[in-house]
């Protein structure tokens, strides 16, 4: 069965990195896009960015250009996103979610990661 | 970005009952291949969103025949005929039109 397992919950320091990992499972790696979405009580769903596995191009929120940087690895069937210069505002659920070209919308979801930035 | 709005905001229903959400798009969905690309998402406290429905009124594999969606343009509905009390969750609409994907606000529903 399809699965997506994300990395463990995070306490940063802001002005810190993080990095996530989405472990997939179940699919052809390289057939369905890897989306990057995080949630806050505050502002809901934002969307952060999307890698093509199969080629490693990726797209970023202009909201996160800079700051963001998404890989894969398609020998373990793993996306990477890091996250820098992390602030208060950071702290949200981020979810990686798995997305058919046709028709586009995400079928499977991570569990989520926990990121809490606090000094 | 286009922006997504749901009403009502929240909904207690009492079990059996119908209930019924609204979802409205900034902008027309529809794209080039005369798809509309709006679908309806299930957050229960605590977990990840469940895909419910897509491109307006499709259930994904699994889904309950209780839950519809309906709508073009920029008006959509979704409905739940007979709200159980598994049904307790939030529920989204998103857009995959067009990068960023937005959703809306939520709509939380629960039991009477």
């Known amino acids: 069965q399809v699965q997506l397992v994300q990395s463990g919950a995070e306490v940063k320091k802001p002005g810190a990195s993080v990095n996530f990992f989405c472990k997939t499972s179940?699919?052809?790696?390289?057939?369905?896009?890897i989306h990057w979405v995080r949630q806050t009580p505050g502002q809901g769903f934002e969307w952060m960015g999307i890698?093509?596995?199969?080629?490693?191009?990726?797209s970023y929120a202009q909201k996160f250009q800079g700051r963001v940087n998404m890989t894969r690895d398609t020998s373990t069937s793993v996306v990477y996103m890091e996250l820098d210069s992390l602030r208060s505002e950071d702290t949200a659920v981020y979810y990686c979610?798995?997305?058919?070209?046709?028709?586009?919308?995400?079928?499977?979801w991570g569990q989520g990661t926990l990121v809490t930035v606090s000094s | 970005d286009i922006v997504m709005t749901q009403t009502p905001l929240s909904l207690s229903v009492t079990p059996g009952q119908p209930a019924s959400i609204s979802c409205k798009s900034s902008?027309?969905?529809?794209?080039?291949?005369?798809?509309?690309?709006l679908a309806w998402y299930l957050q229960r406290p605590g977990q990840p969103p469940q895909l419910l429905i897509y491109?307006?009124?499709n259930r994904f594999s699994g889904v309950p025949d209780r839950f519809s969606g309906s709508g073009s343009g920029t008006d959509f509905t979704l409905k739940i005929t007979r709200v159980e009390a598994d049904d307790v969750a939030v529920y989204y609409c998103?857009?995959?039109?067009?990068?960023?994907?937005?959703f809306g606000p939520g709509t939380r529903v629960d039991i009477k």
């Open positions: 902008e027309r969905l529809l794209n080039s291949a005369g798809k509309t690309p």
């Open positions: 998103m857009q995959s039109l067009q990068l960023p994907w937005t």
């Open positions: 979610a798995r997305a058919p070209t046709r028709p586009p919308r995400f079928d499977f």
């Open positions: 491109e307006v009124s």
């Open positions: 179940g699919y052809g790696f390289t057939s369905f896009y």
């Open positions: 890698i093509n596995p199969s080629n490693g191009r990726t």
